[in-house]
Structures are given as C-alpha cells and as structure tokens.
C-alpha cells in the first residue's frame, strides 16, 4: 500500500451545519492516488499530542488541483482544535490508508446513515457515469444536509428520518427491501452506524445483492501495528479495520 506522510496546507474550512465542518487541505501527493472509501489519519502539526491523531474519511479528492476534501462532526478535543485551524495553516496528514471500494458495479446502490454518508459522497462521484442510486438517513432534518453536498453527483436521492422531519419517517434498512423490490441494483456500497450496516448487509444478502460495507472504528495507529481496531471476521480471523479494510464484503464481517 502506498501511503505518505505531508504537511497538508488549509485552502478553506466551514461550517456545513450545527457542528459538522468541512476542511480542504493540499495534499498533491495523497489525492494523485486516493480512492473512493479510503481515509487520512490527521494529527494537529503544532500540538505534540499523539493520541490526537485521528482517521477521517475522504470526502473528495482534486487530482488537478491536489486537494483533499474533509467532512467531520465535532466530537472531542482533537476535532475542536481542528475546527480552529485557519486557511495557511497546515496539518499532518498520512494517507491514503486502508482498501477503497470495489467499483465494477453498473447499478449500484449507496447508503449511508449519518456522517457515513462523508466517503459515499467520492464514491457517487466516481459513478457519475452510471446511474447511482443514493439512500440517506439520518436524525432529523437539521442532520440531513446531505442532498445539498450530493446535489449535482446524483439524481436519484432517497431520504429517511428518525423523526419523520425530512424524507420517509423512519431508518434507511426500513425503505431498503422497498427499492430491492423496485429496481434492479447490482450492488450495494453501505457506510454508517453498526446497526444499520448489519440491517444492510441481512437485507442485502436477502436479496442476493453483493454488499460492500465501510466499517468504522477508533483507530490509534491507522497502519496496522496496534490491533485497537480489529474485530471479527467470518473466517475465523479477526480483521485489521485500517489495513484490511475499511471497506470489506459483508459476508467477511461477523455481525
Ligand atoms: Fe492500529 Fe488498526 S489502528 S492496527
């Protein structure tokens, strides 16, 4: 796997909604060869504190002007630091880490539940050829800012809320059976909560749809050397989430 280490210059950050930021940094060398699925483990370049480096999803990537694109949710000290980081100033940056997906499919469906939908967003792009399907859910409208960010990737746009706000009333695996049902997808791309990838990857296997799913984990080291990622695998195995995945076949990942 060919990774790199840079110091990764802010071009722009902002606030997408409440407290979700979206961050592009210059990483020529990193976004030359990121692929849709795989993530950077981020560390504060001024603050030598080393449990605050961090994996986050690729949200886009700009070959042509070598920019990565970050989409995260402000959850601890790490990520607040983050928020303050001004254009000009840079961050450490090591990537692109991790298996991307597989993206052979011609009618594919993409879920994603909440900030799961960051790494669908590269993956729609990538697509743009072929008519994608996405499906989004998450708490209520407030969180569901999402069809702005796809707009202009793809048309076709399902929508799910817990409370009903935005969209059908309800989760993504609820409406899922109903467009199997409907049309003919040939597979399915899921990122988000472990609940709703397990719902994704029963009703896929269901309906006999190849299922790829993005699992997330906390991540200490991100290449594979310190196993706080791990967890198991159908073979018997237990899988490294950063260097195994974080993409793998459903049918890899014990439920
Ligand atoms: Fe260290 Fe995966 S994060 S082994």
């Known amino acids: ?31 030359a060869i990121a692929r ?19 994996p986050f999803s690729i949200a886009d990537c700009n070959v042509d002007q070598g ?13 607040v630091l983050m928020t303050k980081l001004q254009a000009g100033e840079s961050i450490d940056c090591m ?30 792009k990538a697509f743009c050829s072929r008519p994608a399907t996405v499906l989004m859910g998450g708490r209520n409208e407030q969180e569901l ?4 960010i796809y707009a202009g990737v793809c048309k076709n746009i399902h929508i799910t809320s817990d409370d009903g706000s935005i969209g059908r009333r309800g989760f993504t695996v609820d409406l899922l059976p109903e467009l199997l049902k409907k049309e003919k ?9 472990h609940a709703m990838l397990k719902g994704v990857a029963e009703t896929a296997a269901h309906y006999g749809v190849p299922c790829q799913v993005s699992l997330e984990e906390y991540m200490a080291c991100g290449v594979g050397a310190c196993l706080s990622c ?18 793998f076949r459903a049918g890899e990942v014990v439920w």
């Not at 990537?95 to 960051?118: E, H, K, S, V, Y």
């Not at 800012?145 to 702005?148: D, G, L, T, Y």
Request: aromatic share 6%; with cysteine.
């Open 67 to 79: 920019t990565l694109t970050i989409i995260y949710r402000v959850v601890g000290r790490g990520t």
């Open 1 to 31: 796997m060919v990774k790199t280490c840079v110091k990764a210059q802010v071009i722009k950050q902002r606030v997408i909604a409440g407290d979700v930021f979206e961050m592009i940094v210059a990483a020529p060398e990193i976004a």
């Open 145 to 148: 800012f999402w069809p702005e």
């Open 185 to 193: 997808f040939d597979s399915i791309y899921a990122c988000g909560p």
């Open 36 to 54: 849709p699925g795989q993530f950077v483990h981020l560390r504060l370049a001024n603050v030598l504190d080393p449990l605050l480096r961090r």
């Open 95 to 124: 990537g692109p880490l991790g298996n991307g997906f597989d993206l052979t499919a011609q009618r594919p469906l993409l879920i994603g539940g909440g900030m799961g939908l960051a790494p669908l967003v590269m993956l729609a």
């Open 230 to 247: 791990t967890c198991a695998g159908t073979s018997g195995k237990r899988h490294k989430v950063c260097t195994d995945g974080p993409v």
